[in-house]
């Protein structure tokens, strides 16, 4: 498959334990925030999402955390499983009827 | 998979000639993206339309363009394709309601350019 980011961050976790991505998002107005999780030679699938006006999600076995304060987004993983090796993108919506703005990535490795 | 599929999947081409990937969309949603991904650079937004024949740059649009004539087909168009255009392109339908901008991805074409 494509290589999605010969330069991306990479973390590697343990099968089993939790993991945590992060994100710095650029523009305080944003409302609105989503993570992806991408395939080798796939395109990007949406994860989970959050508003602005909340500061935790949580989905199956993922949560989002937002701090506005310091424009920070996270993505974390309970109990990493091998399929959860990918790489993570986030993504903000700027205000105003403008296209998101993606993250570069990170790669997360799930060693068995 | 929002009923997104993108054509060809893969294309190999040389410096010069015009090339045209289509993305194709069943659900009727307005907005539609292309994004090239290349390694050390994310996902950089290329052209979006936000209607039948309304359309607007992104971050990279020089030596591209793009049409929608249909709903439903959004083209994208290197007219004299350059090695530096050998890339992932990436189709995305925005699926979102209530001032959510939930993009969903087609499953991307690989291009070569030689």
């Known amino acids: 498959g494509e290589s999605v980011g010969l330069h991306l961050p990479t973390l590697s976790v343990q099968e089993g334990d939790n993991s945590i991505i992060n994100c710095a998002y650029s523009n305080s107005a944003s409302d609105y925030f989503i993570w992806y999780k991408q395939e080798s030679g796939k395109g990007p699938q949406f994860i989970i999402d959050?508003?602005?006006?909340?500061d935790k999600r949580q989905g199956q076995r993922v949560t989002v955390l937002l701090n506005k304060t310091v424009k920070h987004l996270s993505l974390q993983i309970a109990a990493t499983q091998p399929g959860d090796s990918a790489v993570y993108f986030c993504?903000?919506?700027?205000?105003?009827?403008?296209?998101?703005?993606f993250g570069k990535g990170t790669r997360l490795s799930v060693i068995a | 998979d929002a009923g997104i599929t993108q054509s060809p999947r893969h294309k190999v081409t040389e410096t010069g000639t015009p090339v045209t990937l289509r993305c194709h969309q069943t659900e009727n949603h307005r907005y539609m993206y292309w994004y090239r991904q290349d390694p050390g650079h994310g996902l950089r937004l290329i052209h979006y339309?936000?209607?039948?024949?309304?359309?607007d740059k992104g971050e990279v649009s020089d030596g591209y363009s793009v049409s929608r004539s249909k709903t439903e087909d959004f083209l994208l168009t290197l007219e004299s394709a350059t090695s530096s255009q050998t890339s992932v392109y990436f189709c995305?339908?925005?699926?979102?309601?209530?001032?959510?901008?939930?993009?969903?991805f087609g499953p991307g074409t690989r291009l070569t350019v030689l």
């Open positions: 993504a903000e919506n700027p205000p105003g009827n403008t296209p998101l703005v």
């Open positions: 339309s936000y209607g039948v024949k309304d359309t």
């Open positions: 995305a339908i925005n699926q979102g309601t209530s001032g959510r901008n939930e993009q969903f």
């Open positions: 959050i508003r602005s006006n909340m």
